[in-house]
């Protein structure tokens, strides 16, 4: 597969993970078109500025809405690879405007489908979260069933045409909606809050996410569901890093938040499969077994296996995480 030749559009294209996407392209596999597909004609506006169209002509920019099939339509339009990162994200939000998460997440998703699978487009990859796993709130249940209908998407496409594959990451450091810049705002207060002092959570870098999702694009046969391989670590120890002078106060879990964090629950497809660097999950659906390309590689992992925040092998420690923040972009603190 050569991305140098490509068209790719990225929905959510102005988002943390579709402007470090365009970013890593642009510099490393110079495509011939991206496409950045989003509803806000702002933050296009101000990414217009940092890439002036003499010196990026082949990125191109389309206001749209993944609710709108005829406007998918028309941008899919000669497209070869698409990265739907397009969502509502807000836990909060979402359980207080149900029906627009419902209209975004689950039947933006099943519009991307239709109009790839029309517009012959080679490759679809679908962005999801932790909380699509044994989901407690209607964002996660909303990405739970974008996940199912994405696999299914192989089903319409009849295993020839389009291919559909999910990537599935934990907290992303350095994307809108993290805690760490509230927790560097707060830490001049002397008080640094957590809800629960016990809570873990999966850490993946932006920079890391957005290679894992372009690896992914590049290696995916279609009905894949990737995980990487990602270090947890304690809120706790976050805070500490951030504001080791500060008192930490327990507040109390919020409504819609988890303890601890799943990126394979034990009830996921008894098709895993391990690599050194990620886990694939595989349907277990009899159609499955008539793609024509398969993965026959890996090591299958055991039924009862769950991959969980609080049981991960690889942990941060409070001088690690100083040390990755000290890398992180100083307009982002």
């Given at each position: 597969?050569?991305?140098?030749q490509?068209s790719i559009?990225?929905?959510?294209?102005?988002?943390?993970?579709?402007?470090?996407?365009?970013?890593?392209?642009?510099?490393?596999?110079?495509?011939?078109?991206?496409?950045?597909?989003?509803?806000?004609?702002?933050?296009?506006?101000?990414?217009k500025?940092?890439?002036?169209?003499?010196?990026?002509?082949?990125?191109?920019?389309?206001?749209?809405?993944?609710?709108?099939?005829?406007?998918?339509y028309?941008?899919?339009?000669?497209?070869?690879?698409?990265?739907?990162?397009?969502?509502m994200?807000?836990?909060?939000?979402?359980?207080?405007?149900?029906?627009?998460?419902?209209?975004?997440?689950?039947?933006?998703?099943?519009?991307?489908?239709?109009?790839?699978?029309?517009q012959?487009?080679?490759?679809?990859?679908?962005?999801?979260?932790?909380?699509?796993?044994?989901?407690?709130?209607?964002?996660?249940?909303?990405k739970?069933?974008?996940?199912?209908?994405?696999?299914?998407?192989?089903i319409?496409?009849?295993?020839?045409?389009?291919?559909?594959?999910?990537?599935?990451?934990?907290?992303?450091?350095?994307?809108?909606?993290s805690?760490?810049?509230?927790?560097?705002?707060?830490?001049?207060?002397?008080?640094?809050?957590?809800?629960?002092?016990?809570?873990?959570?999966?850490?993946?870098?932006?920079?890391?996410?957005?290679?894992?999702?372009?690896?992914?694009?590049?290696?995916?046969?279609?009905?894949?569901?990737?995980?990487?391989?990602?270090?947890?670590?304690n809120?706790?120890?976050?805070?500490?890093?951030?504001?080791?002078?500060?008192?930490?106060?327990?507040?109390?879990?919020?409504?819609?938040?988890?303890?601890?964090?799943?990126?394979?629950?034990?009830?996921?497809s008894?098709?895993?499969?391990?690599?050194?660097?990620?886990?694939?999950?595989?349907?277990?659906?009899?159609?499955?077994?008539k793609?024509?390309?398969?993965?026959?590689?890996?090591k299958?992992?055991?039924?009862?296996?769950?991959?969980?925040?609080?049981?991960?092998?690889?942990?941060?420690?409070?001088?690690?995480?100083?040390?990755?923040?000290?890398?992180?972009?100083?307009?982002?603190i």
């Amino acid at each position: 597969m050569d991305l140098t030749q490509s068209s790719i559009l990225i929905t959510g294209g102005t988002g943390s993970l579709g402007k470090k996407l365009i970013e890593i392209l642009l510099d490393e596999y110079h495509p011939r078109r991206i496409i950045v597909f989003s509803r806000d004609e702002l933050k296009q506006f101000q990414l217009k500025q940092k890439y002036p169209e003499e010196k990026y002509p082949s990125l191109r920019f389309f206001i749209g809405d993944v609710r709108d099939r005829d406007r998918l339509y028309r941008a899919f339009n000669g497209v070869d690879y698409v990265i739907h990162a397009a969502a509502m994200k807000q836990v909060d939000t979402a359980e207080y405007n149900p029906f627009e998460v419902i209209q975004t997440n689950i039947l933006g998703a099943k519009n991307i489908i239709d109009a790839a699978i029309d517009q012959k487009v080679k490759k679809v990859v679908g962005i999801s979260t932790d909380k699509a796993v044994n989901p407690i709130n209607l964002y996660g249940a909303s990405k739970l069933c974008s996940d199912k209908v994405f696999i299914a998407g192989n089903i319409y496409s009849g295993l020839v045409g389009s291919i559909f594959s999910v990537v599935r990451y934990g907290n992303v450091m350095g994307s809108r909606g993290s805690v760490i810049p509230l927790f560097y705002k707060l830490r001049e207060q002397g008080t640094i809050p957590v809800t629960d002092k016990r809570m873990t959570r999966f850490w993946i870098t932006l920079e890391q996410s957005a290679r894992f999702v372009i690896e992914c694009l590049e290696i995916m046969k279609g009905a894949e569901i990737f995980i990487p391989k990602i270090p947890s670590m304690n809120i706790v120890d976050l805070a500490k890093a951030i504001a080791p002078n500060c008192v930490i106060k327990e507040i109390g879990i919020r409504p819609g938040e988890k303890l601890h964090e799943t990126l394979i629950s034990i009830e996921d497809s008894r098709g895993k499969l391990e690599f050194d660097d990620k886990y694939i999950i595989l349907p277990e659906f009899s159609w499955y077994k008539k793609q024509p390309k398969r993965w026959t590689a890996g090591k299958k992992v055991p039924e009862e296996f769950g991959y969980y925040s609080n049981n991960n092998e690889c942990w941060l420690s409070i001088e690690e995480l100083k040390n990755i923040l000290e890398k992180m972009p100083i307009g982002y603190i």
